[in-house]
């Protein structure tokens, strides 16, 4: 079974330009997951989506951030303009249903990481 | 609050000793605990997780953890550490309510030596 994809793998841009970022899930995996992880810490939710529509974006950034999940398959992230506390690497992840199990576990993908200079 | 905690940043070991990765937590009503592993370049692999029954939990590559209620604790176990166990261990709660949010402690690098 193919796991999540994720591209590109690696990206350098320069402070308030603007990127984007994709993802395929596991095939069948109604729920989605975008992760930042600042080196030092732990990868930290900025949205999830169930099927196409957002359940979680508390701590998205909405003035530069923005992601969709058109057809509730695959998903992009984009920041515009970029800061340089964005870099990071960005995670994507995925997860069977969209009843938001207790249970069920989220297979991540691996991942993008992104400088800002 | 609803927090993980890893109070080792590193964890040094030498191969063939036993490994502990220690992570403690803090959720309000039963709580659901994962394990994952990050390698260089890599995104994070599950190795296991404590959802109900049995405290200690077996999961991928030989691992386990064990789940302690009164001490509010998960650590991650290991009989006989391997030089390919070195790698970037998070600990991860699954928060009450919400949508399989999951909060992941700051993470633990452990190191095996030959």
């Known amino acids: 079974e193919a796991g999540v994809a994720q591209s590109p793998r690696y990206k350098i841009i320069e402070k308030r330009q603007s990127v984007a970022f994709w993802c395929n899930p596991i095939?069948?995996?109604?729920?989605l997951y975008w992760y930042q992880q600042i080196l030092g810490q732990g990868p930290k939710l900025l949205i999830q989506?169930?099927?196409?529509?957002?359940?979680?974006d508390s701590q998205l950034p909405k003035d530069r951030f923005s992601a969709e999940r058109l057809k509730g398959v695959d998903s992009t992230l984009k920041i515009q303009p970029a800061k340089l506390e964005d870099s990071a690497v960005y995670l994507c992840?995925?997860?069977?249903?969209?009843?938001?199990?207790?249970?069920?576990?989220?297979?991540f993908g691996p991942g993008t990481r992104l400088l800002v200079l | 609050a609803q927090s993980v905690a890893q109070p080792e940043d590193q964890v040094n070991v030498a191969e063939g000793n036993p490994l502990t990765v220690k992570c403690t937590y803090s959720?309000?009503?039963?709580?659901?605990l994962f394990w994952y592993v990050q390698y260089p370049n890599r995104g994070l692999q599950f190795l296991l997780k404590?959802?109900?029954?049995?405290?200690l939990v077996k999961g991928s590559y030989g691992f386990e953890a064990e789940f302690n209620k009164s001490q509010t604790s998960f650590h991650l176990k290991k009989p006989s550490a391997l030089v390919s166990d070195s790698a970037l261990y998070f600990c991860?709660?699954?928060?009450?309510?919400?949508?399989?949010?999951?909060?992941f402690g700051a993470g633990t690098r452990l190191a095996v030596h030959p």
């Open positions: 992840a995925s997860s069977l249903s969209n009843s938001g199990l207790a249970q069920e576990t989220q297979y």
């Open positions: 095939s069948g995996h109604a729920t």
């Open positions: 989506f169930q099927n196409n529509g957002v359940v979680d």
């Open positions: 959720v309000s009503g039963n709580p659901y």
């Open positions: 404590y959802i109900t029954g049995d405290n």
């Open positions: 991860a709660v699954r928060l009450s309510g919400g949508y399989n949010k999951l909060i």
